[in-house]
């Protein structure tokens, strides 16, 4: 095996390349390289100074989060980084690519950094349910200060080189070659003799700190909702202000290892893990070639239009906005435009990034402008017939090479792409709204859709800033078909004695951003009403269905847009507030379908909601509509507000246990009809003693 740190003296100073592919991960094998090499050039009396270094495309990507959960092999990244901070000579991080997580923890601990232009360095451990256990709470706000230092701490984002050299991260960003200017750089600091300056011996000003730590927690209270992690970062970094170092690190070990214990951080491991799985399809080979997507082009300039138009501006892809009529495409183009100005407003983008974004976003009313485009996406009202006179339209319009994309939230991808003559190149595209913020995207295999459409739209996901995930052809694909079972029940509830606000406040304690009815105003009723209209031609007549949405919808009551749907809504405010007019429909409703209301659980309302769904997801996984449980968990956390700390929806049934879902589901379907029948898939599960992830 190669050695994966490796040591080479350039003059008088010793330089340790971390040689570790892809990421410089710092495994086992990696830290005690380092403590050789560091040690070597130490007891080298010809070495005057160290640099550090990573081989291939970063410094270090951090710990090799595979090995939490694993017999820990000597040294701890603490004791690294302990080796470099007490060298007797000047160690020098040289950071090109990113220095994250303990690579950068290990930067910390070296006496000065110096980056190149491509240098991108952060914390992302919070991403993980953890917080960073390697110093990186203390010597960061010492370093950098306190309130800056949150900032990092709490988003897990990376910073930019020009920002960390601005706060003082970085001492010196070099020009051409790294490793030579970060040598050059340590051979200035023995000539002009500067002192070893170790960052835990800096010292932070509290009355320079008073006050920040109770205004965070205030910031981040509703989206640290039930966290554990981000409120134990926050105490570290006081911790850094209040109490000695050594002290302030062994509270931060303890809170380390009090959140990698924790279910929270396990289900965020599993997110994470399983959203770089969703990018391996078993069937479509890893080499298959990947059309070049150059240019764009969207039809419909609606709310979702130009969302998905927005995405690729942002990426720096031309795109084409095409609407029937010009009235129509002004109105898209305007609301595109507001929607700039206010990322701008907002400090999110610059006003150059907008006027550079708006310019790469062309309006049209005439097919013959889309001809030239490489992927052309369809969001036009949700309407089969529509759909399948769009694409004959396209097929004869578009150039061969062109993959036609479709929107559709339902509709058969396979019945659309049969209006072409080039099925190989028709797949879906299930953007969420709003399609400029949400994440996912639900990419939708037909029968004939070529590898090659497939790898394209996959790779093209990322491009554009997504979190792309392949499913299978079946009504609402996984995400709303899944989402069917969970609402449909959350209705029966309301008719057997609950309310909207009662379901809602389960839901949203549970961990979503909000409950089902105050999403469904959210959301628009209008859509689902348009959508049920469509399914009652083909639903079973005597299939249990709630009547409820569709009474509120004719009464012109859409939801936020009309400011009444479930809930009531103030003129310019979010926030529902429940309607006696609702409650009152909701109890005639239970009366003329024969039900003597009753009082309802919590815990029922969490039963019937999340079990129905995660039993749906059985049976798409049965019939591989789904590749793997995980990526079912992806569509979740990242389309429908899954709380990532549960890990998504299968993940989280494998936490509760099949065999209790299963119980519970057996005496649903006892109690409630067919509609609630375990899926074999569940009942394999509870009697085998498996889980989802054995799958």
């Not at 907002?346 to 992927?375: S, V």
């Not at 052309?376 to 399948?388: G, S």
């Not at 097929?395 to 036609?404: Q, S, V």
């Amino acid at each position: 095996m190669a050695e994966l740190v490796d040591y080479e003296k350039r003059g008088t100073v010793g330089v340790v390349f971390l040689d570790n592919p892809p990421v410089n991960a710092m495994g086992a094998a990696v830290r005690q390289g380092v403590v050789k090499c560091l040690t070597q050039a130490c007891d080298d009396p010809d070495i005057q100074a160290v640099v550090l270094v990573g081989r291939g495309r970063c410094f270090s990507g951090g710990a090799d989060i595979r090995e939490f959960g694993k017999p820990f092999e000597s040294p701890h990244l603490r004791e690294v980084i302990d080796t470099a901070e007490n060298s007797p000579k000047p160690v020098v991080a040289a950071i090109h690519g990113t220095a994250v997580g303990g690579g950068l923890e290990l930067a910390l601990g070296c006496h000065y950094r110096v980056g190149d232009k491509s240098a991108r360095l952060g914390l992302p451990e919070i991403k993980l349910g953890l917080l960073p256990g390697a110093g990186g709470t203390q010597r960061l706000p010492r370093l950098i200060g306190v309130e800056p230092a949150l900032g990092i701490v709490l988003s897990g984002e990376y910073m930019p080189a020009d920002k960390a050299l601005a706060l003082g991260l970085l001492d010196e960003v070099a020009e051409g070659g790294l490793a030579e200017g970060a040598v050059t750089f340590a051979e200035r600091l023995v000539s002009e003799g500067r002192p070893l300056r170790k960052t835990r011996e800096l010292t932070i000003d509290p009355e320079g700190a008073a006050g920040i730590f109770e205004k965070t927690r205030k910031s981040i209270a509703r989206k640290a909702r039930g966290l554990i992690a981000p409120y134990r970062c926050i105490e570290s970094v006081e911790n850094a202000v209040a109490l000695p170092y050594d002290e302030g690190m062994a509270k931060e070990r303890e809170y380390f290892l009090e959140c990698l214990e924790s279910e929270q951080s396990k289900g965020q491991r599993h997110a994470f893990f399983a959203e770089r799985q969703a990018t391996k399809i078993p069937d479509v080979p890893a080499d298959t070639p990947v059309q070049p997507i150059e240019t764009a082009a969207v039809l419909g300039c609606g709310t979702m239009g130009g969302g998905i138009a927005m995405n690729f501006a942002n990426a720096g892809i031309p795109v084409t906005v095409l609407e029937a009529e010009a009235e129509a495409l002004d109105k898209g183009l305007a609301i595109i435009a507001k929607n700039y100005t206010g990322s701008v407003s907002r400090g999110r983008i610059t006003q150059e990034q907008m006027d550079r974004r708006l310019a790469l976003i062309t309006g049209t009313t005439d097919y013959a402008d889309i001809a030239e485009a490489d992927i052309v996406i369809e969001a036009v009202f949700e309407d089969m017939d529509l759909k399948k006179r769009v694409y004959a339209t396209l097929d004869e319009t578009c150039k061969p090479a062109a993959i036609l994309a479709t929107n559709t939230s339902t509709l058969d991808v396979d019945e659309i792409a049969a209006a072409t003559k080039r099925p190989g190149k028709v797949i879906g595209t299930h953007f969420f709204s709003p399609a400029n913020v949400m994440k996912l995207m639900e990419n939708v295999r037909g029968a004939k859709t070529s590898d090659e459409t497939i790898a394209t739209v996959m790779k093209l996901s990322k491009t554009i800033g997504k979190v792309g995930v392949l499913v299978g052809v079946c009504d609402g694909f996984v995400g709303n078909r899944m989402l069917y079972a969970y609402t449909r029940q959350a209705a029966f509830l309301l008719e057997e004695g609950a309310l909207p606000h009662q379901v809602d406040k389960v839901i949203y304690d549970f961990g979503f951003p909000m409950g089902p009815f105050a999403m469904g105003d959210l959301a628009g009723l209008d859509v689902g009403w348009r959508i049920r209209q469509r399914r009652a031609k083909t639903r079973p007549k005597d299939e249990r269905y709630s009547p409820i949405a569709d009474r509120i919808c004719e009464r012109g009551r859409f939801g936020q847009k009309t400011n009444a749907g479930w809930y009531r809504y103030e003129e310019g405010s979010r926030t529902p507030q429940p309607d006696p007019e609702i409650e009152e429909l909701i109890v005639q409703v239970s009366g003329e379908l024969g039900f003597e209301r009753r009082e309802i659980s919590e815990q029922e309302i969490l039963e019937r909601c999340m079990y129905p769904l995660i039993n749906e997801g059985a049976k798409i996984l049965e019939e591989g509509i789904a590749i793997r449980a995980s990526d079912v968990d992806v569509v979740w956390i990242y389309g429908y507000g899954f709380p990532v700390h549960r890990g998504g929806p299968m993940f989280y049934a494998d936490r509760v246990g099949a065999k209790a879902i299963h119980e519970t589901m057996s005496r649903l379907h006892d109690q409630h009809g067919e509609m609630l029948r375990p899926a074999p898939l569940l009942a394999d599960l509870a009697k085998s003693g498996k889980g989802f992830g054995d799958l």
